[in-house]
């Protein structure tokens, strides 16, 4: 291992303070402590160090979303084969989702990576790693076949206003990869939405209605799958949110590692079943009526609340505002579904404007512990004097 | 205003109506007033003003063109007519004279907008009339033509106007551009027709309009991305905490 770590020196010598390349060094570090951990101590105060550090977390989340990748890619190549008709194999099915995913998957990293190494250099800090998993969230919340360009514009417009703008990694109030996707949604609404795109190479065949299940419900038409398929995710929607088993692995992986917050997920579960069974006891319409357990089951309600309303840095950070965050996501997400069918998409709108909410939430969290041990130190003096 | 120092070679200047030196026309000092709020005192990104109507008449470049000139026109208008009787203003109500001055510009420019450029006055409909409620207009008129003479109040109505309408023009020029693919009308872009392979330049390639400029947000966006760059160039812009 040590001839490795040689080797690196070597070659790192000409990005050191002071030698030609030293502006690149940001670009050269990134690269270095990926396979080792960086060697700096902190100088001054006190300070705690952990193993886990940022590189790693960002790792682990990205194993976290491989299985619902996986299925996503599968899950595109059957989409596409059984909604043409043609017989095929589970190999055919998967070859197929690759060959469109992942030049998605590539293009995201490509683009997101450059802008991020450029601001690096520029600003003269080191390059941050909060995008290894933006970088995948991405295009798993895109349709299949969205053109790659607007993958493209989409994550440059998601680095730069949403992240880059605040200040670069952990100074972001929104979620980037749901900017990315707020700005594909109303950027282009008609590569977005509708009965095509969720099918690959469906655009020109009329005979495909390949309609998410909210779509189908929000045009008062009979939904045709049932809540195992549901759940296990052989239904049209975007790439990685139709399989919520996998999801669900995902997020056992999050939790046992203590990287994603369970109050959220829970609170999330809460606030969204909650508010599906009240709509149930309404029943004014299909999508009032649709049965709360399945409400949770479809659409982008599982991938969202496991992985986007969990990021650590637009999230609330106290426990208690974990809850608040959590439930009011779930109130949100289908209470937009229900009363605007214009937009499906409800928990990505109901975990952006939770997003903004969040320092508020924590704000008042804190100052409501703070009166509360005000009042007991009050109490406690007035005893003892 | 006492005279500026350094002028004081110029002997027996010729003295009309104002009671002190003559300074050059286009002085330093004078310069600066137009100057100023094109950049570093910026109506729009540095004071945050007429938000309102940049977000609401920047979907195509031409109304905006028009909006900035018609504010131009105004603002210039205005500020020389209320320098011109500000010591004849009583204090107390100088808010109402001043509002009456600029209703009365503002219904002259929309009576001739709707004369010569009636489309376009109909696409500005409202914001025409709400001139008036601008809070540069008001703001010069309270800060500066109050306290100046009128040729300092028409530099200063004519720059920040300027300012103001630089903005407009653009945050309309992005929002055109990227939201519909033409500049002022034209199709700058190529021709999109109803398939790809019936479209001409860009379009034949597969790209598309961005939706998202048309909606009022967008402007917003273009402003606060012009912010970003206007102060990481010019560092004295950024607030201490």
Known sequence: ?385 | MMADTKNKKEKSPVVLFVAEEKEPLFSKKNRKLLSDPLNDNNPITVQVLGICSALAITVQLKPSIVMAIAVMVVMAASNVIVSLIRNLIPNRIRIIVQLVIVAALVILVNEVLKAYAYDVSKELSVFVGLIITNCIVMGRLEAFALGNGPWKSFLDGIGNAAGYGLILVIVAFFRELLGSGKLLGFEVLGHKGATVAESTGLYAMGYENNGLMLLSPAALLVVGVIIWIQRSRNRELIEKN
């Open chain 1, 1 to 385: 291992m040590s001839a490795l770590r040689n080797k690196l020196d070597q070659l790192k010598k000409p990005f050191n303070k002071g030698e030609k390349w030293e502006k690149f060094a940001p670009a050269f570090n990134a690269f270095d402590t990926f396979l080792y951990v960086p060697n700096h101590t902190t100088k001054k105060g006190a300070h705690i160090r952990d193993a886990v550090d940022l590189k790693r977390t960002m790792i682990t989340v990205v194993i976290a979303l491989l299985p619902a990748l996986f299925y996503g890619i599968y899950n595109a190549g059957f989409q596409h084969y059984s909604q043409l008709g043609e017989a095929f194999t589970f190999w055919d099915a998967f070859a197929h989702g690759a060959w469109k995913i992942l030049p998605m998957v590539a293009v995201s990293y490509i683009v997101g990576l450059g802008i991020e190494f450029v601001f690096a250099i520029y600003r003269g800090h080191e390059v941050n790693e909060g995008y290894l998993v933006t970088g995948l969230l991405i295009p798993m919340i895109m349709p299949v076949d969205i053109p790659l360009w607007m993958v493209a514009v989409s994550v440059a417009f998601a680095v730069l206003i949403g992240k880059e703008a605040f200040g670069g990694t952990g100074m972001n109030i929104l979620n980037p990869a749901l900017t990315a996707r707020a700005f594909a949604f109303f950027a282009y609404p008609t590569f977005m939405s509708g009965n095509k795109v969720w099918v690959s190479d469906a655009t020109h065949i009329d005979a495909i209605s390949g309609e998410t299940i909210l779509g189908t419900l929000a045009a008062g038409k009979e939904v045709t799958y049932d809540a195992w398929t549901m759940f296990s995710g052989a239904i049209p929607g975007s790439i990685g949110e139709t399989s919520t088993l996998w999801i669900v692995i995902g997020a056992a992986i999050l939790i046992l590692t203590g990287i994603g917050s369970w109050r959220i997920m829970a609170g999330g579960l809460i606030g969204g079943a909650f508010m599906g069974f009240l709509f149930n006891l309404w029943s004014a319409n299909d999508l009032m009526a649709f049965p709360w357990y399945q409400q949770l089951l479809v659409g982008g309600f599982a991938f969202g609340l496991v992985f986007m309303a969990t990021d650590p840095v637009s999230a609330a950070q106290t426990q208690k505002g974990k809850w608040i965050y959590g439930i009011l996501i779930g109130i949100f997400c289908i209470m937009i579904r229900v009363f605007n069918p214009a937009y499906p998409e409800g928990v990505m709108l109901a975990i952006l404007l939770m997003n903004v909410f969040a320092p508020t939430i924590d704000h008042y969290v804190i100052q409501s512990s703070v009166k509360r041990r005000k009042k007991r130190l009050s109490t406690a003096t007035v005893k003892s004097a």
